[in-house]
């Protein structure tokens, strides 16, 4: 009788320090937990505060573009129309108004320019992929543009698409002002699974370690973000730039 009463007191003991032992795991595995949570949010709070930043870098960035136009180009030729008008001159000589008359379209053209710089109003008027084709349609004979299409667009909300069209515009201009590229492909495919968009050139490539370094660039990558796709470059010196961008369908 006394050894089975010692032998409970032996095991009460052990389960004791095993539930201990237990309890203690158990209270380190959650403070662990919570820690590798707090970290992670912590990251996700840095991760958010840094795209704010870049977003408000690319909303700078053209804000700047649209005030160079408007100065440099709208501004300097209202200034040349209102010496023309202005000048007693002009209304008796055919050659000034021949020039007014030549830069009215030019001033409502370029009026045109930075209102769709400001935001596409084509897009909720005619879809993404007209507008796509009616940016492709104004680019100059020095680079050809093709739109690939592999099975039918959905259309998606119209946040959603001023960034893909901001993301092909940006990856366009790029194209133009320093790749060299005497051809553009636009391949955009939409499946059940995955939205694909690629963006491809034939001019001189680039480094992809100095993706960050270029304003342009880092607009493209700060969009990407914004739509929470994913993207990869590719790049090779002579052999052209290749963007792929994906966005799994929840």
């Known amino acids: 009788m006394v050894v089975n009463i010692k032998y409970m007191i032996v095991m009460i003991i052990v389960l004791s320090i095993i539930i201990t032992f237990v309890f203690l795991v158990y209270r380190a595995f959650i403070k662990k937990i919570l820690k590798e949570k707090s970290q992670q949010h912590q990251l996700e709070l840095e991760h958010q505060k840094e795209v704010s930043l870049q977003y408000i870098s690319v909303q700078e960035s053209e804000r700047k573009r649209i005030a160079e136009i408007l100065h440099d180009d709208i501004g300097n030729k209202l200034n040349i129309l209102s010496l023309w008008i202005n000048n007693e001159e002009t209304w008796n ?3 000034s108004k021949e020039i007014i008359a030549q830069q009215i379209p030019e001033l409502i053209e370029a009026t045109r320019t930075i209102s769709h710089s400001l935001y596409p109003v084509n897009l909720e ?16 004979e020095s680079i ?3 739109l690939i299409l592999n099975h039918n667009y959905h259309k998606r909300p119209i946040s959603f698409e001023v960034q893909v069209y901001r993301i092909i515009q940006e990856f366009l201009s790029n194209v133009i002002k320093h790749a ?4 553009m492909l ?11 968009i690629i963006l491809s050139d034939n001019g001189v490539g680039f480094d992809c ?9 880092k607009n493209i990558e700060t969009r990407i973000q914004s739509i929470n796709a994913f993207s990869k470059w590719k790049s090779k010196k002579d052999e052209g730039s290749q963007l792929i961008i994906a966005l799994p369908k929840r």
Do not use: P, W
């Open 93 to 95: 000589n055919k050659r």
């Open 125 to 140: 008027k005619f879809g993404l992929i007209l507008t796509i084709e009616a940016l492709i349609s104004n680019v100059n």
């Open 144 to 146: 050809t543009v093709q």
């Open 180 to 183: 060299k590229a005497t051809q």
């Open 186 to 196: 636009i391949h955009i495919r939409d499946t059940d699974a995955l939205l694909t």
């Open 209 to 217: 370690n100095l993706l960050q370094k270029g304003m342009g660039l």
